[in-house]
């Protein structure tokens, strides 16, 4: 009877010490992970210097150079890209983000965008020129706005908020950016993307359900 008991204990005991564990294990995950917000509008400051890092000052614009600024941090996260770039978007017509997307084209990393189709035909929009460029684009069927503002890099970062890529956007409206790496986080946009993605091949018809 004694044994059976001590058996009890340990049992119970083996299974809080691997649920600490575990939680423990989860903690420091988490502390090492990706978080940052940034907050717009951003402080307006010359940019040059992060497509052209080797050559830091090779700027001669009135902006301020060397400014670490909310817009600065937007594009580090977009260029720290390696091997993939998923991008859903409402409205883009922001030339440096779109010299972003150019650049990580440029370098071999496999873009891929989808708009809404009422904004990619406004005036400024950079869709065009991105798909001149060769990067694969697709454009919302349904009838609602695809207003989604979004990107996913390499699969693991992803960069959400309010913020629709544009120069008003940017430098004008208060707008939140949330950049992280949590996998539970991550996870469901990575599975939004791929569903609007085969959604809207422009070879397959989807019905779009209204509720």
Not at 16 to 35: A, F, Q
Not at 95 to 106: E, G, P, Q, W
Not at 135 to 142: G, L, Y
């Amino acid at each position: 009877m004694w044994t059976a008991k001590v058996l009890g204990v340990g049992a119970v005991a083996l299974a809080l010490s691997v649920d600490v564990t575990v939680r423990l294990i989860r903690r420091l995950r988490s502390r090492g992970t990706l978080k940052e917000v940034l907050f717009f509008p951003s402080e307006i400051a010359c940019v040059e210097h992060i497509f052209r890092p080797a050559l830091p000052h090779s700027c001669v614009c009135s902006l301020p150079h060397g400014v670490e600024t909310s817009f600065s941090r937007l594009l580090r996260h977009i260029l720290s890209a390696a091997s993939t770039l998923d991008l859903c978007v409402f409205a883009f017509s922001n030339v440096n983000l779109s010299r972003a997307v150019l650049t990580l084209h440029k370098r071999g990393v496999t873009v891929r965008v989808l708009s809404d189709k009422d904004y990619t035909a406004i005036s400024g929009s950079q869709i065009g020129l991105l798909r001149s460029a060769g990067i694969c684009v697709r454009c919302d069927k349904s009838s609602v706005y695809m207003h989604h503002k979004f990107a996913v890099v390499d699969g693991r970062r992803l960069i959400t908020g309010s913020l629709n890529w544009t120069l008003t956007a940017v430098q004008s409206n208060l707008e939140n950016v949330i950049v992280t790496e949590e996998r539970d986080l991550v996870r469901p946009f990575v599975d939004e993307f791929h569903r609007l993605w085969v959604c809207n091949d422009p070879e397959r018809r989807c019905v779009t359900v209204k509720a």
